[in-house]
């Protein structure tokens, strides 16, 4: 299974985004997606999960700007990120989850917001 993250790029503070994430190769449908991020010198960090059921959690960083949605095509997941400020700058890797087989992660997207 190999999951494909786009969407990054270089935004201005204020501005907005949509990520994206696609897995190929896979004969089940992921329990929970998820977006983590990772700044520069830093640990990955969770950003936000959704079950199958909608089900939907954020980091308190986040919450209120940003939106986890799941697309109608299988393991699809989206990321809708408003209001981005410098902090928000890094590396974002979506991850999908199976039991049993556990978890499964993209390349990544790399996401600049400028001052």
């Known amino acids: 299974v190999q999951l494909q993250a786009s969407g990054g790029g270089l935004v201005q503070a204020g501005g907005s985004l949509r990520l994206s994430c696609a897995a190929a190769g896979s004969s089940f449908t992921f329990d929970t997606m998820a977006w983590y991020r990772q700044a520069p010198g830093k640990e990955r960090d969770l950003v936000a999960t959704?079950?199958?059921?909608?089900?939907?959690n954020y980091a308190d960083s986040v919450n209120g700007r940003f939106t986890i949605s799941r697309g109608n095509a299988k393991n699809t997941v989206y990321l809708q990120m408003n209001s981005l400020k410098p902090e928000d700058t890094g590396i974002y890797y979506c991850?999908?989850?199976?039991?049993?087989?556990?978890?499964?992660w993209g390349q990544g997207t790399l996401v600049t917001v400028s001052s």
């Open positions: 991850k999908g989850n199976k039991r049993p087989w556990g978890d499964f």
């Open positions: 959704i079950t199958r059921g909608t089900s939907t």
